[in-house]
């Protein structure tokens, strides 16, 4: 499980945890910069419970600078598996005559807008493993598959892009966009709402695609049926004035 972080765009404080059945676990931090809980329950168990609370300042910037010689994001003009292209996400791209729009930011821009247009919203046309080329093809799905398809598009410019997961006001759920660096920040990208990430997202992890950031992941020995289920809560604090 990964726990939200600081960044340029937000800060972290007054993080509580708790776990059922236990209290110890650790926290490391994973190659993308996600920090990271993990622990072991030895014991015979019938439910597993994680809360997880605090506050997020947002919206401290628009964009956030990169920590790294740029030629360390290379790897993230690299497809994976969910995001590589097919002939629907070529084709697609070609429609989108990018070469008539000069600058990565703006590229990012028309991609996102035509692809909260161009797709449906669906909860129930793909599943947690579906790729970009199969969901296009579908012409519908979820915030991953918005995601994944962007991310397929942004590395066929050459523009280095990470998946994020975090949360937003009014969801009840976890929310997945993407990050593109552009002229030297990375600056956030909602296909799924059609709106730069602002002051509303908090995020928790990043990585190539989705599989880097599942929100749970982990290991059951013996007889076991799992039924995982997730509930997020954010509600907007107005910020106190002397």
Do not use: M
């Given at each position: 499980m990964f726990l939200p972080q600081d960044t340029s765009r937000q800060?972290?404080?007054g993080l509580s945890i708790h776990i059922s059945d236990k209290e110890d676990y650790c926290v490391s931090e994973d190659n993308f910069g996600n920090k990271k809980l993990y622990g072991l329950i030895e014991g015979t168990h019938d439910r597993f419970n994680v809360?997880?609370?605090?506050?997020?300042?947002?919206?401290?910037?628009i964009f956030e600078e990169y920590t790294a010689n740029p030629s360390a994001y290379a790897f993230l003009k690299a497809q994976t598996p969910l995001t590589a292209a097919g002939d629907c996400i070529r084709k697609y791209h070609r429609n989108l005559e990018l070469e008539k729009i000069a600058g990565d930011y703006d590229k990012a821009l028309c991609m996102m807008n035509t692809l909260h247009y161009t797709f449906t919203y669906?909860?129930?046309?793909?599943?947690?493993?579906?790729?970009?080329?199969?969901?296009?093809?579908?012409?519908?799905?979820?915030c991953q598959d918005y995601a994944h398809i962007m991310l397929s598009?942004?590395?066929m410019e050459g523009i280095p892009a990470r998946y994020v997961v975090g949360m937003t006001l009014g969801e009840g759920a976890s929310h997945a966009w993407v990050e593109a660096?552009?002229?030297?920040?990375?600056?956030?990208?909602?296909?799924?709402?059609?709106?730069?990430?602002?002051a509303d997202y908090i995020r928790v992890s990043c990585g190539r695609d989705s599989s880097d950031c599942a929100v749970i992941r982990g290991n059951f020995y013996g007889c076991v049926t799992q039924r995982q289920t997730e509930k997020v809560t954010v509600s907007e604090k107005e910020q106190e004035h002397d």
């Open positions: 800060t972290i404080s809360t997880i609370s605090g506050e997020a300042q947002t919206g401290l910037d669906d909860t129930e046309a793909t599943e947690v493993h579906e790729t970009a080329e199969n969901a296009l093809a579908l012409g519908r799905g979820v598009l942004l590395r660096l552009c002229n030297g920040y990375w600056y956030g990208f909602d296909p799924t709402d059609n709106k730069l990430v602002n």
